[in-house]
């Protein structure tokens, strides 16, 4: 996280503190809701990053396997790279191809460009392919079949992964279950309270809706809560990273604001 992002958290977090407080007369969860979206604004750039991280990753054995394809035919490394642009590999890896061929064309030593780029990459498995790639052409030998056999592994190891997550997905529906038992739990206690003279309880008028509004305040913030852990845990346990539980903390937010504007 950079400075400019944990100054607009922080931005944000003033700004909520004293918006919430603030004698205004909006309805208290128009307010929340309008904090909540100036928070979703921001996460939705982690998330558009998260999706064109995934992307490289996914489309990175089908490069391999086209620059494999280039040198057989007998175009050298820098034309192989140059040809392998023209084709799709998603936003983030075509940036990537582009700007090694541009240090090339400047210069620097392809050994050295791999080097940088596994440091921009920051991908475990990517690092140790073009730290295997380096070697090669140090050691001089053939780099269109070590690709091959790159990409095949790649690929393999990428099923095992698809495998592992299709096992994780009973997880998954488990947090969502958790949500909504706690979703339902918070709407049998208001219809109880709203329903509370009919157990022959007696209450002043305006302390009957005083009740009533500290609940929703109250279990709206327990369910927002709630809402974006577990989404950011679903995430965390099916790929790995908190950012890939960023859409399920928008779907389940959501729901929880969808519900309280419905009460």
């Given amino acids: 996280m950079n400075k400019k992002d944990i100054l607009y958290i922080s931005l944000i977090t003033v700004f909520f503190i004293f918006f919430i407080f603030l004698p205004i007369n909006i309805n208290i969860f128009v307010k929340?809701?309008?904090?909540?979206?100036?928070?979703?604004?921001?996460?939705?750039?982690?998330?558009?990053?998260?999706?064109?991280?995934?992307?490289?990753i996914n489309n990175f054995p089908l490069f391999l396997r086209d620059l494999s394809h280039y040198l057989k035919i007998g175009q050298p490394l820098p034309i192989a790279l140059k040809s392998v642009s023209n084709n799709y590999y998603g936003k983030r890896l075509n940036k990537e191809i582009k700007y090694i061929i541009s240090e090339m064309e400047y210069g620097k030593t392809f050994y050295d460009v791999l080097n940088d780029s596994a440091k921009r990459i920051n991908n475990l498995e990517i690092s140790e392919v073009l730290l295997n790639i380096n070697n090669v052409l140090k050691s001089g030998g053939d780099l269109s079949n070590l690709l091959d056999t790159l990409s095949e592994s790649i690929r393999?190891?990428?099923?095992?992964?698809?495998?592992?997550?299709?096992?994780?997905k009973l997880t998954t529906y488990t947090y969502y279950g958790l949500y909504l038992g706690v979703l339902l739990s918070i709407i049998a206690v208001y219809y109880l309270i709203i329903n509370i003279k009919l157990l022959g309880l007696s209450f002043n008028k305006d302390v009957y809706y005083e009740l009533i509004n500290t609940y929703k305040f109250l279990s709206f913030?327990?369910?927002?809560?709630?809402?974006?852990?577990?989404?950011?845990?679903?995430?965390?346990?099916?790929?790995?990273?908190?950012?890939?539980?960023?859409?399920?903390?928008?779907?389940?937010?959501?729901?929880?604001?969808?519900?309280?504007?419905?009460?």
Avoid: D
């Fill in 32 to 56: 929340i809701g309008i904090i909540i979206l100036l928070y979703l604004i921001y996460s939705l750039k982690y998330l558009q990053e998260y999706l064109e991280y995934e992307e490289m």
């Fill in 156 to 168: 393999n190891l990428e099923i095992i992964k698809k495998e592992r997550l299709s096992q994780l």
């Fill in 221 to 263: 913030l327990l369910l927002l809560i709630n809402a974006i852990f577990t989404g950011l845990v679903i995430g965390k346990l099916a790929k790995g990273t908190i950012r890939a539980g960023i859409i399920h903390s928008i779907v389940l937010t959501a729901i929880s604001v969808g519900f309280f504007f419905l009460l």
